[in-house]
């Protein structure tokens, strides 16, 4: 079995203040950063790590060779990501000595796919394959009506959210995720409660609060609390979570197992600077359960 990830790939520009700067400051940063980021890189990596097979399905610059290496090195499988003239997207990322971070995103590479570059990706895909999407890149209902063709598991990430987007992609939507801004925003845009949301499944992921995993066919609803720990820098926290429960699922693990390596696995993240490159192990997110308890 093998998850796609149909995903941003940027280089991540962190630069860690005293404060978060507001309109019109100019602040110095206490030192800076550049690792690999992306909501796709950081869910591939995760869940690599997490160890399910992995195709990455994306576009870099020529600036952008040095993140296929490590991509690859984290195990992922990087042989659909093209090299394209537009430059590797990038964010810059402000972090606050409280772990509270401040993000603007320039696209890139990121929105120059082509499709017959995924349709090329998925020549060999099968029903018990998973595909991950989220709002990064181009081509995302285009993406996810070919995997709905060919039966995979769709997961997708309501991020960045865009009321529209979303609208597209839910017909294809095995597992729509969100967290709770994106839940209300979805909620208004349809004027409708996320009950009545039309996908099999919900997963509403909570901060420090946890997550709720939502049978949208029966209404039954599954509590994940999160580890306390006194995070470092909560940038990817979320794709991390995103990227271990794909892979739970993918590796046939019930939903509550899932979500609970999951947590663990973003735990672990939140206490590391970075984003892809802070991903955790499977080892040491089963090291991490055995210390919990």
């Known amino acids: 079995m093998t998850i796609f990830n149909l995903g941003s790939i940027n280089i991540d520009n962190f630069y860690y ?14 030192r800076y950063a550049k690792m690999l980021g992306g909501k796709g890189a950081n869910q591939s990596v995760a869940a690599a790590r997490a160890g399910s097979e992995t195709c990455h399905i994306g576009a870099i ?7 296929l290496a490590v991509l690859s090195d984290a195990g992922v499988d990087v042989s659909h990501v093209a090299v394209v003239p537009a430059t590797t997207g990038h964010a810059n990322i402000c972090v606050d000595r409280e772990a509270e ?18 349709e090329n990706a998925f020549a060999q895909a099968s029903e018990d394959d998973t595909l991950i999407l989220q709002n990064e890149t181009n081509l ?25 987007a979303v609208q597209d992609v839910l ?3 095995d597992l729509l995720v969100m967290n709770e801004v994106e839940a209300a925003q979805l909620s208004d845009a349809l004027d409708i409660a996320t009950k009545e949301i039309d996908v099999p499944a919900v997963l509403i992921t909570r901060g420090s609060k946890g997550a709720v995993w939502r049978d949208q066919r029966n209404g039954r609803e599954i509590l994940s609390p ?17 990227g271990y429960v794909a892979s739970g699922l993918d590796l046939g693990l019930p939903v509550e197992d899932a979500l609970r390596r999951a947590s663990a696995a973003s735990a672990i993240q939140v206490t590391r600077e970075g984003t ?7 080892d040491e997110v089963s090291e991490f359960l055995i210390d919990q308890g």
């Open 61 to 67: 610059g020529k600036d952008g060779a040095w993140c």
């Open 276 to 282: 892809a490159e802070a991903m955790p192990t499977a």
């Open 171 to 173: 017909p294809y939507c």
């Open 101 to 118: 971070n401040m993000i603007v995103l320039v696209p890139g590479a990121n929105h120059e796919l082509e499709l017959s570059h995924i």
């Open 226 to 242: 999160a580890f306390a720990v006194i995070p470092v820098d909560t940038t990817g926290a979320g794709d991390c979570f995103i």
């Open 17 to 30: 203040l005293s404060h978060l700067p507001k309109a019109g400051e100019t602040l110095s940063s206490d």
């Open 140 to 164: 995302v209902k285009e993406t996810a009506q070919l995997a709905r063709a060919k039966s995979l598991r769709v997961i997708y990430s309501a991020a960045p959210f865009d009321a529209q």
